[in-house]
Each structure stands twice: as structure tokens, then as C-alpha cells.
């Protein structure tokens, strides 16, 4: 199982920007980044493959949000744009997917200990 340590998160208003990067302590194929709000099951956000070519967004954060990896560095990040109160979870980075394309919580085999993102209006 890959160690991921995920960071970045903390309290933001409506509009602002977060960027939140996931360190990997080996190789990991597909990685992602899945959220979990208060009373709410966990939800898929976004998806990338090894080389970084290929990605995808749920498409609640489609045009908002990137994805994006730096395998020198076994590093994932998310980039979060405009975000909204609605996007108030703990994110969670997830590694070793089975699949980038349309993945859910379940296709993923390791993840991070998760960081608190919180958007206020």
C-alpha cells in the first residue's frame, strides 16, 4: 500500500483559491482526490493518470478545479478555484486507482490521512 500524506487545507471565502498537494512515499498509477462533507457519504473529485495526460472531474468541480502531478517529486496537487461553501469537506488523496476514467471512492486502494477544506460566504 503507497503512503499519502495530503495538506493544504484551511479556512477560505467564497471565491478564493486553494491549491492542496498530496505526497506519495512510492509509484502510484491513478491518483485522485475524493471528498467527504458532515452527513454526507464520500464523493468523487477528480482523477489523473501516471503520465498526467489523461484526467477526470466530477462535474461539480469541472472548470473550477485541476488536477495535476509531478511524478520527479511523487507529488499530486489540486489546484481549487472559486470555490463555494457547498465545497466545505474533508478532502482526501487517493492512490493507487484501478481506473482515471469515471472512478469512484471505491476504485481507489490507499489514501491519505485527509485536510479540511472550509469555505465561508
Known amino acids: 500500500q503507497v503512503q499519502l500524506v495530503d495538506s493544504g487545507g484551511g479556512l477560505v471565502q467564497a471565491g478564493g483559491s486553494l491549491r492542496l498537494p498530496c505526497a506519495a512515499s512510492?509509484?502510484?498509477?491513478?491518483m485522485g482526490w475524493v471528498r467527504q462533507a458532515p452527513g454526507k457519504e464520500r464523493e468523487f473529485v477528480a482523477a489523473i493518470s501516471w503520465s498526467g495526460a489523461n484526467t477526470y472531474y466530477a462535474d461539480f468541480v469541472k472548470g473550477r478545479f485541476t488536477i495535476s502531478r509531478d511524478n520527479a517529486k511523487n507529488t499530486v496537487y489540486l489546484q481549487m478555484n472559486s470555490l463555494k461553501p457547498e465545497d466545505t469537506a474533508v478532502y482526501y488523496c487517493a492512490g493507487e486507482g484501478s481506473r482515471w476514467y469515471r472512478p469512484g471512492p471505491g476504485d481507489f486502494g490507499s489514501w491519505g490521512q485527509g485536510t479540511q477544506v472550509t469555505v465561508s460566504s
Open positions: 512510492g509509484r502510484s498509477l491513478t
